[in-house]
């Protein structure tokens, strides 16, 4: 089983930056989707951003588009999430994960979790 852990949360103001990474182990390859979820309090979990670990074109939340940024380091086995441009929206703890199926993926369903880093947007 794929093992995900996350770090580079935060606390940033608004229009800062932050970049997120998820250390992936386990058994990570090419079959697999990468994904970025945030969930806010009282909110339920929300996609942000997926891509195949292999490459491919990446896909992102509306709210998002233009500010968030996912990639993969292979060697490092590691996906990350460049967030520019921040709002207070913005804040939620982020989770990375990972599915053998990126349609499962982008309806929130995944193989593999990390345990999710906090991110604070606060002026």
């Known amino acids: 089983q794929v093992q995900l852990v996350e770090s580079g949360g935060g606390l940033v103001k608004p229009g800062g930056s932050l970049r997120l990474s998820c250390a992936a182990s386990g058994g990570i390859d090419s079959t697999y989707a990468m994904g970025w979820f945030r969930q806010a309090p009282g909110k339920e979990r929300e996609f942000v951003a997926t891509?195949?670990?292999?490459?491919?074109?990446?896909a992102y939340a509306d709210s998002v588009k233009g500010r968030f940024t996912i990639s993969r380091d292979v060697a490092q086995t590691t996906v990350f999430l460049q967030m520019n441009s921040l709002k207070p929206e913005d804040a939620a703890v982020y989770y990375c994960?990972?599915?053998?199926?990126?349609?499962?993926?982008?309806?929130?369903?995944?193989?593999?979790w990390g345990q999710g880093t906090q991110v604070t947007v606060s002026s």
């Open positions: 891509r195949f670990w292999w490459g491919g074109s990446p």
């Open positions: 994960a990972a599915s053998r199926s990126m349609e499962q993926l982008r309806r929130g369903t995944a193989d593999s």
